[in-house]
Structures are given as C-alpha cells and as structure tokens.
C-alpha cells in the first residue's frame, strides 16, 4: 500500500505564499487521481485541488487562481503551491490518493495564516 508523507506546512502571514509537498512510497500512477483536501478547526473537511494521471487540474472556486497543483512523476511526489493566502486558510492539508471511491490519506501538514 502507498503511504503519503506531506511536509511544507508552516505559520505564513496574510498575502504570504507555501509550497506543500505529498512524498509518496510508491508510484502515484497507481492512483486516478492525486490531491489535497484540508480540514480547518472545528470543520468539515474540505477538497483543495486535484491532478489526474493524465495531468488535468480541478479547484474549487475558493482556491482557484491562488493555488497551484503540480506532479513530479520521477519522485513520486505532488506539490500544492499557495499563494495569496488568507486566514481562511488556515487548517490540516492532507494529500490524497485516489480510485473510485476509495481513499489512501497522509496524515497531514498544518498551514497557520495570521492576519
């Protein structure tokens, strides 16, 4: 089974930018799609940003135009650029991988968004 290990969290202020990295033990060609969700305190969790094998991108409107999804199939890993962020933004990001309706999860990075 893939196991997914994010990194890149961190505490950033407002207008600020972080890149999340989702290393993977194993081919991420393996899964239909990669991604990143998020879950911020006291809430539901939330979809960020999604890349298929074939390399199509999806946001949703929330992220879209200031985050980025990107892959690097050599190392097996998928990357979420964020720029302009927001305190809104604040939460766990998880990566993702993807088949049907079955879910592999990392166990996430926090990303703090001061004001």
């Known amino acids: 089974q893939v196991q997914f290990v994010e990194s890149g969290g961190g505490l950033v202020q407002a207008g600020g930018s972080l890149r999340l990295s989702c290393a993977a033990s194993?081919?991420?060609?393996?899964?239909?799609?990669i991604g990143w969700y998020r879950q911020p305190p006291g809430k539901q969790r939330e979809w960020v940003a999604a890349i298929t094998r074939g390399g199509l991108t999806d946001y949703p409107d929330s992220v879209k135009g200031r985050f980025t999804i990107s892959r690097d199939n050599a190392k097996n890993t998928v990357y979420l650029q964020m720029n302009s962020l927001k305190p809104e933004d604040t939460a766990v990001y998880l990566c993702y991988g993807r088949n049907e309706d079955v879910y592999q999860w990392g166990q996430g990075t926090q990303v703090t968004v001061s004001a």
């Open positions: 194993g081919s991420t060609f393996s899964f239909n799609s």
